[in-house]
Every structure is written in C-alpha cells, then in structure tokens.
C-alpha cells in the first residue's frame, strides 16, 4: 500500500519537521491513526510535495512530520480536458470521482441546453465546491500530487472557444443518423491539448454540435454501447490515456 496522501497550503523548502494539523491533521491521527516511523505523503495538490516520516502523534490533530527534499512534478502531456456536461443529483460528484481517479487533468462544468440540471445563484455555488471538493479528495485517495482544476461552470460558447483553441478536440456523441468516428482510432498529438465533450443524458443538440464542429471539433464515438453521461468522460479518458502513453 502506498503513502497516504494529505494536502498543506505550502511546503518548506528544504528537509524539516512539519506540523500537519487542522482537518488533515484529525483525519491524519484521529481517521488513519497513523503512528510513528509510518511514510506519508504531503502535497499542495499542484505538483509540489514531499515524502516524509510521521515523528509523533498529538492529541487528536497535530501529527508532527519529518520532510524530505521537495519534489516539483511536472505536468502531464499531452494535457486532457473533459467539458462534462451537468448531471442530475449526484451523478456529478460521481463523474468527477472517477475522472480524477483515471487521471484527468481539468475539469469543465457546461451548462447544455438539454441539461436538467441547471446552476443558478446560490445552489450553483455549493454545486461547484462540491465538485472541487471531490476532486481533491478523490486526488488524496488515488494518491494523486497534481489535482485536477475545475473550472467555472461554462457556456457553450464558452466551450466552443476552448474547442478551438485545443490541439485535439472530441465531442462524444452516438446517434446513428449522425456522423461519428470511432475514438479508439482517432489521430492524437502526442503533447499539447486533447478537449473531450459529454453532453447530457438528452444528448448534444443539433445546435451545439455546429457550433463545436464549426470550432474544430469532430464527433466521436466509444463503442456500441451507450454510457451515461457520468461514466463517459471516465471511459474516454482512459481510453485516452492509454493510447498516448500516459497509461504505458
């Protein structure tokens, strides 16, 4: 099993002792209960981050930590993007889960029109932070260092802009009366930018699909089966993934 993970806002320079205490510090003595002479992992979530070796165990919170060096981890490349459109209930906990734990590097909310689900005010607020923080945990949990960025919630133009600007860009759409390609065939940069789009459970529009196309954006298909909008994004990726070598 490997080090746990546990997130500070800023890691010292150079080998130290530090003091892991607040929430990461409960769940760290109280949730884990992890003694002395055992290995942890601490991170920023944005590629900085530090083995070390737990010294002490205070109280409830405070887990005192013998660092080693500093490490930066470069970002990964080519880098992949999935725009998820917006779920019902929690399903959009769930795809953000599981995109994290196969290895996505950003995350876009998008509004579709034929989203159910709509973020608006308030409730749009708490919607989003619950995203981010799925993300970070599911980052700690598959002992990720270099979170996935979850954007604000986007508007189709919006997606069509960064469709545009992508080296790669994919729409995942199934519809027979619709030409797609297969994804598992599709040519990949070997660096740079790849943009996956996952619509809603109603699909794409007809609209949306001109505007990503005109934006330079193909469809693309998985296989013959038809997968719910929450596990889509996470197929795709690890198909992705795979065959541009970051799963070699």
């Known amino acids: 099993m490997t080090a746990p993970v546990f997130v500070v806002g800023e890691l010292p320079a150079g080998r130290s002792e530090f003091v892991l205490d607040g929430p990461e510090g409960r769940h760290a003595v109280s949730v884990k209960r992890l003694r002395p002479g055992e290995a942890v992992v601490l991170t920023d979530g944005a590629g900085r981050w530090a083995q070390g070796e737990v010294v002490a165990a205070e109280g409830k919170d405070r887990l005192v930590v013998a660092l080693k060096d500093v490490v930066e981890e470069p970002a990964e490349s080519p880098r992949i993007t999935v725009v998820q459109a917006l779920p019902k209930g929690d399903r959009g906990e769930l795809a953000v889960e599981t995109m994290t734990e196969t290895g996505v590097d950003a995350i876009v909310p998008w509004a579709a029109s034929r989203c159910v689900t709509q973020w608006k005010g308030e409730r749009g607020l708490k919607a989003l932070a619950k995203w981010r ?3 970070r945990e599911a980052g700690k949990q598959s002992r ?17 802009e960064l469709l545009a600007r992508a080296d790669f860009a994919a729409v995942l759409h199934e519809d027979r ?32 699909l001109a505007l990503f196309e005109e934006a330079g954006a193909k469809a693309y298909r998985l296989g013959r089966s038809v997968l719910r909008t929450s596990t889509a994004g996470t197929a795709a990726a690890a198909l992705i993934l795979g065959r541009t070598g970051r799963w070699s």
């Not at 260092?145 to 069509?160: G, I, K, L, M, N």
């Not at 009366?177 to 070997?190: I, M, N, R």
């Open 177 to 208: 009366d619709y030409g797609s390609e297969p994804l598992a065939t599709a040519p990949l940069p070997a660096e740079g930018d790849i943009v996956l789009v996952v619509g809603p459970e109603g699909g794409v529009s007809p609209e949306e």
């Open 144 to 160: 990720r260092v270099r979170f996935p960025e979850v954007a604000d919630a986007a508007t189709t133009r919006q997606v069509a």
């Open 133 to 135: 923080a799925t993300a």
